[in-house]
């Protein structure tokens, strides 16, 4: 079983909501895994007539509706429908097809990820461990890559953690469509300064591409070294759960050279959350909160710290 603390904060651009991870059993191996392996398929701002078939498919085969489900998939012939249909016939020949698959597309992340789902629940661990670390290094620039990261880290915090910028997007922007603003944004990094390669960069780390996010983030600090926003963001670009280690060498001396930025304490506090050390990350929120109680930074530290006091973390 998967146990978390959802921490809810409210910041300019909207809702988000980060998981802590408080504790997660070691895998099961003692008895088959019950019920069917998830589906986890991403199609980022797509509004396809196919993107939203399949993301309904998706919701019933979740929702433990696999008869539903699979008419659906059938009716296409995408990586994403080949693997639905291949989990909607759980658990005859599921395994089979998805290493088949698998074959045929040596490089996809989005297929080992969902291969390791597959062998994971029949009990073949090793084998969906090395699925999964596959998948994080077929192609690290995507959504499939970071969720097979939260099962390679199950005692880190899920996902990665999203550089909160103490600014947000002008209105004329915020008003678009979300693949409009992903756009403008795209365009307004190349000419626009540090802040616009910022939160372009906030962009793709919500649509998952860490990578491309980091590589926004460095440029940032690049063209403003002075900037406690830029150069905190280049080190939250930086986190990756097979080495957290890099963000905190880059985060941690930010501290002497921004001694009242309060990005530098609150983003120190977030890492930490990831990795579970709770009474560092609370002293760090304090801290921010102390910095500006009224800010967005500071609400937000605020959210996160009434969020654990309530959760009974220590």
């Known amino acids: 079983m998967f146990f978390l603390v959802a921490l809810a904060a409210v910041v300019a651009s909207g809702v988000i909501v980060i998981g802590v991870l408080a504790t997660r059993s070691n895998v099961p191996t003692v008895k088959p895994r019950?019920?069917?392996?998830?589906?986890?398929?991403?199609?980022?701002?797509?509004?396809?007539?196919?993107?939203?078939?399949?993301?309904?498919?998706?919701?019933?085969?979740?929702?433990?509706k696999q008869?539903?489900?699979?008419?659906?998939?059938?009716?296409?012939?995408?990586?994403?429908a080949e693997i639905g249909s291949a989990f909607a016939a759980w658990p005859a020949d599921t395994v089979r097809r998805l290493q088949t698959l698998a074959a045929e597309h040596p490089r996809s992340s989005l297929i080992a990820l969902h291969l390791g789902f597959a062998l994971y629940w029949s009990r073949r661990d090793p084998e969906a461990v090395t699925a999964w670390r596959a998948a994080a290094k077929l192609q690290p620039d995507t959504p499939y890559a970071v969720r097979a990261g939260d099962f390679l880290h199950p005692r880190m915090g899920p996902e990665l953690p999203v550089f909160v910028p103490s600014f947000d997007a002008p209105a004329r922007i915020r008003l678009l469509s979300p693949a409009?603003?992903?756009?403008?944004?795209?365009q307004a990094a190349r000419s626009d300064g540090a802040d616009a390669k910022i939160l372009y960069g906030v962009a793709l780390q919500r649509l998952y591409h860490p990578v491309s996010a980091e590589r926004q983030f460095a440029a940032?600090?690049?063209?403003?070294?002075?900037?406690?926003?830029?150069?905190?963001?280049?080190?939250?670009?930086?986190?990756?759960?097979?080495?957290?280690?890099?963000?905190?060498?880059?985060?941690?001396p930010l501290?002497?050279?921004f001694p009242h930025?309060?990005?530098?304490?609150?983003?120190?506090?977030?890492?930490?959350?990831?990795?579970?050390?709770?009474?560092?990350?609370?002293?760090?929120?304090?801290?921010?909160?102390?910095?500006?109680?009224?800010?967005?930074?500071?609400k937000q530290a605020s959210a996160y710290l009434s969020a654990l006091e309530q959760a009974g973390t220590r």
């Open 255 to 257: 501290v002497r050279v």
């Open 67 to 80: 008869k539903e489900a699979a008419p659906i998939f059938a009716r296409y012939h995408s990586l994403e």
């Open 220 to 252: 940032a600090a690049r063209e403003a070294p002075n900037d406690p926003e830029a150069r905190v963001a280049e080190a939250v670009g930086l986190f990756s759960k097979d080495n957290p280690s890099l963000a905190f060498s880059r985060l941690g």
């Open 180 to 186: 409009r603003q992903v756009a403008v944004l795209q």
């Open 261 to 298: 930025a309060q990005t530098v304490r609150f983003h120190l506090g977030l890492l930490l959350l990831w990795l579970r050390e709770v009474p560092k990350a609370r002293e760090e929120l304090q801290k921010a909160r102390a910095e500006g109680p009224g800010t967005p930074l500071g």
């Open 34 to 64: 019950p019920g069917t392996p998830p589906l986890a398929l991403d199609f980022g701002l797509r509004t396809d007539t196919e993107a939203r078939a399949l993301e309904r498919a998706e919701t019933l085969y979740n929702n433990k």
